[in-house]
């Protein structure tokens, strides 16, 4: 197996006169939705599909409700989610209030075995 990739151009947005250059841009074929793991899991184990479902949904529950809390949840050997934020820059730490933060996001950190999978990769380019 190997992961797919095509050429895209882009300009530079700081330089929209300079040459535009060429890149590799991963391509994704289709989906997997709860709904497919949960049947890949129930396959690969005496759990049923629906019990496979109920875990899935349950876990993204809780791992909302563990960052609601301020929490690093880390799921073993899968890797951590964490909130980030961006803010603006403020003259004095008074002036810092959540009406300062511009941008939230979902911070994951990959465990082990997906880290390594990105270390050796194949890949593929399309035509």
């Known amino acids: 197996m190997s992961v797919k990739f095509k050429v895209v151009s882009k300009k530079n947005p700081q330089d929209l006169l300079a040459p535009a250059k060429f890149y590799a841009n991963a391509v994704g074929y289709g989906k997997t939705d709860l709904n497919k793991l949960a049947k890949i899991i129930s396959i690969q184990c005496t759990v049923t ?3 496979c479902y109920a875990v899935l949904v349950s876990l993204e529950l809780n ?3 563990e960052l609601e ?3 690093i949840v880390k ?3 899968l890797g ?3 909130v980030g934020l961006s803010s603006e820059g403020m003259a004095t730490e008074e002036e810092v209030t959540s009406q300062a933060i511009i941008n939230n996001r979902i911070n994951f950190r990959p465990g082990e075995r997906l ?3 990105l270390q050796t990769a194949k890949y593929e ?3």
């Open 69 to 71: 809390e301020g929490r």
């Open 63 to 65: 791992i909302i409700s």
């Open 75 to 77: 799921l073993g050997r």
């Open 49 to 51: 599909e629906a019990d």
């Open 80 to 82: 951590s989610f964490q």
């Open 115 to 117: 880290r390594d999978f």
């Open 125 to 127: 380019k399309l035509p």
